[in-house]
């Protein structure tokens, strides 16, 4: 009923830019929270960026100044700019959203996960 989709990963070299992108789509009402999280190889998954539905954003420390997160509340689209980026950011990033959407007569909250996409940064 609900789905998150995201696009924009690939190759870079390190310095270089890539901006990521999530759409959700389904019987959605309202969404809270969006945000990005990675998980790199033998690592745990870690937050890397969320906004909330008014705009409020926070950051991981390792991306401070490098990543900017935005949204597009009319098309339920989340962005993930991402400047200077080094090789340690090579991981599978993943979209996430905390939102509120109708399921048959009910209405729900709950959290979903998009695919991931890759982004590997070269040396």
């Known amino acids: 009923q609900v789905q998150l989709v995201e696009s924009g990963g690939g190759l870079v070299q390190a310095g270089g830019s890539r901006k990521l992108s999530c759409a959700a789509s389904?019987?959605?009402?309202?969404?809270?929270?969006m945000g990005w999280y990675r998980q790199a190889p033998g690592k745990q998954r870690e937050l890397v960026a969320v906004?909330?539905?008014?705009?409020?954003?926070n950051y991981a420390d390792s991306v401070k100044g490098r990543f900017t997160i935005s949204r597009d509340n009319a098309q339920n689209t989340v962005y993930l700019q991402m400047n200077s980026l080094k090789p340690e950011d090579t991981a599978v990033y993943y979209c996430?959203?905390?939102?509120?959407?109708?399921?048959?007569?009910?209405?729900?909250?709950?959290?979903?996960w998009g695919q991931g996409t890759q982004v590997t940064v070269s040396s």
């Open positions: 906004i909330t539905s008014g705009g409020n954003t």
């Open positions: 996430n959203a905390n939102l509120l959407y109708s399921s048959g007569i009910r209405v729900r909250t709950d959290d979903y």
């Open positions: 389904g019987s959605i009402l309202r969404i809270n929270r």
